[in-house]
C-alpha cells in the first residue's frame, strides 16, 4: 500500500515538471514530506498492532489458565445451596420449638461453612477434619428429616490423620441423603465407617437404597465422576473407586492410601 | 379462603403455620407430607389455596399438580431449585424460597386474594371442569396453568391428549374419554373420535362428506365432525 502511494506520488511529481517547475516543487516537497508522515503512522500503527496482537494472546493464555483453575476448583467440591437454604429453615422454625436444639445448629452450620471456605486454599484434610463436618452435616439433615434419617458414623482411630481430599466424603454423604432417603417417604439409613487394611483407608459410605448401572448413565452424576477424577489426579492407581450393591444398601468404597497425595500438584 | 400445606419437612410446614398465623383471610385447614397424601387431602378438603413444595420424596410437586384435574391456586414454596426457577420466569407464577420472608408471603397471599375476588369462584363439588378452572401442564422444562376456556382443540394420542393453547400444544397424561366426561358439555364438545372442540373457537361451519361437518377454529385448524356427532350438535347451536 505504502509502495503504491509512492508511486503515484513520483508520477505525479514528473507530470508536474513538465508543466510549472517551482510549483511543482513545492506540491512534490509537500507530497513527499506527507509521505514520510505517512509512511512513519504506518509504522507506528503496525508496531501497535503487534503489540496489541501480543498483549491479547496473553490474555488470552491467562483466562484460559483462570478457566482450567475454575474447572479444578469445580472439581473440589463445594456446599450445596439446597441444603444450606433447607437447613436456615428449619432453623427458623426451630427458634420457636426447641432454642436451645436451633443455637447448636447454628453452631454447626457455621463450622461447616467455615469448613468449607478453609478448605477452598487445601488438596488435603485429615480425615477427622473432613468426619467432623460430616457429623454436624448429618446432624443438620436430622433436623430436616427427623424419623425418617437414621445415621452412624463409625472411624477406627488408626485412619484418623490419614490425609484425604476435602469435601469428598461429605459429597458422597450428601449423595447418599439425595438418593438413599429423601426420595423415599419412609426415609432411610446412612452409615459411614473408615478402618485401616494393610495401611490405607478404607471408608465405606453405605446408604438404603440400590444402585443400577443404567440408571447412573441416565443421570449427571456428577458427584461419582467428580470423586473419581479427583482420587485419580491425587492418589493414581493407588487408589481405589468402587460401588456395590449389598442387601438393601448401596456401598460407596474408597480406598486411600496413606502418605498423601502421589502426583505433582495441579494447583500451580 | 381454604388452604393446605404441602411439604415433607415438618419444621417446614410448622413455619409456615407460624407465618400464615396473622393472615386472617387463610385458614389452613389440612397439611400433607407428601404428593399422594396431599392427592387425597386435596380431594376431601377442596382447598382454594396449596402452598406446595417442589422437591419431595417419591412424587415431585409438579407431578402431584398434573394427576390433579381442577387445580387450586398455588403458590410454590422452595429452598433453592434452578429448574424450577426457570419454569416460573416463563410464566410468572407465584413462589417463595425458604426461608420465606413475611412481607413476600403477604404480597403473595393478597395476589391470590385479589385474584380470588376478581373470579367467580367455581363450584368445586359439581365435578365437571368449567371454561375458567386451571390445569396444570409441564412438558419438559416448561410448565403452563392453563385456563380451559383458552384451551381450543383437545386431540387424542394414545393415552396422552394433545392440548393447543396459545401457540403450545403439550401433552397431557389422560384419555380423551376421561376428559370428555369430566369437561363441560356446554363448553367442550367431542367432534369425533380423536377430538374434542372448544365450542367457544368456533369460527365457521361447513357441510362435509357422508352428512357430517368440518368446522374451522379461530387460530386456523380444521376439525371434521362425524355424522353421528353432528346432528347432536346442531341440537347444541340451535339453542
Known sequence: M???????????????????????????????????????????????????????????????????????????????PHFMFNAMNSIRALIEENPERAKTALTQLSNIFRYSLRIERTETVPLEDEVKTVEDYLALEKIRYEE??????????????????????????????????????????????????????????????????????????????????????????KSEFNIVNDNGFVNVILKIPPGGRQNESYNS | MKAIIVDDERLARTELQRLLAP??????????????????????????????????????????????????????????????????????????????????????????????KKEDTPELKSGKLKADDQVFVKDGERCWFVKLEDVRLLESEGNYVRLFFHDHKPLILRTLNYLDERLDPKTFFRANRKHIINLKWVENIEPWLNGGLLVKLKGGQKVEISRRQSIKFKDILSL
Not at chain 1, 508522515?37 to 491467562?62: C, D, P, Q
Not at chain 2, 420465606?100 to 404480597?107: G, N, Q, T, V
Open chain 1, 2 to 80: 505504502i509502495f503504491s502511494v509512492t508511486s503515484v506520488v513520483v508520477f505525479t511529481t514528473r507530470l508536474l515538471t513538465a508543466q510549472d517547475f517551482s510549483v511543482g516543487m513545492i506540491f512534490a516537497n509537500m507530497v513527499n514530506i506527507s509521505t514520510v508522515i505517512l509512511l512513519w503512522s504506518a509504522i507506528y500503527f503496525f508496531i501497535h498492532y503487534f503489540e496489541n496482537l501480543k498483549r491479547s494472546e496473553i490474555e488470552r493464555l491467562v483466562w484460559e489458565a483462570a478457566v482450567k483453575d475454575f474447572e479444578l476448583k469445580t472439581l473440589k467440591s463445594q456446599l450445596n
Open chain 1, 148 to 237: 425418617r434419617l437414621n445415621y452412624n458414623v463409625e472411624i477406627d482411630p488408626a485412619v484418623k490423620s490419614i490425609e484425604i481430599p476435602p469435601m469428598m466424603i461429605q459429597t458422597l454423604v450428601e449423595n447418599g441423603i439425595k438418593h438413599g432417603i429423601s426420595k423415599y417417604p419412609k426415609g432411610g439409613e446412612l452409615r459411614l465407617k473408615a478402618v485401616s487394611v494393610n495401611g490405607h483407608a478404607e471408608i465405606v459410605i453405605s446408604n438404603t437404597g440400590s444402585f443400577s448401572e443404567e440408571e447412573m448413565k441416565n443421570s449427571k452424576g456428577f458427584g461419582l465422576d467428580n470423586t473419581k477424577q479427583r482420587l485419580n489426579l491425587l492418589y493414581g492407581s
Open chain 2, 23 to 116: 393472615f386472617k383471610d387463610i385458614q389452613v385447614v389440612d397439611e400433607a407430607v407428601n404428593a399422594d397424601d396431599a392427592i387425597e387431602k386435596i380431594s376431601k378438603h377442596q382447598p382454594d389455596l396449596i402452598f406446595l413444595d417442589i422437591q419431595m420424596p417419591g412424587k415431585t410437586g409438579f407431578d402431584l399438580l398434573e394427576e390433579l384435574d381442577n387445580v387450586p391456586y398455588v403458590i410454590f414454596t422452595t429452598a433453592y431449585d434452578e429448574y424450577a426457577l426457570k419454569a416460573f420466569e416463563v410464566n410468572a407464577l407465584d413462589y417463595l424460597l425458604k426461608p420465606i420472608e413475611p412481607a413476600r408471603l403477604e404480597s403473595a397471599v393478597n395476589r391470590v386474594l385479589e385474584k380470588s
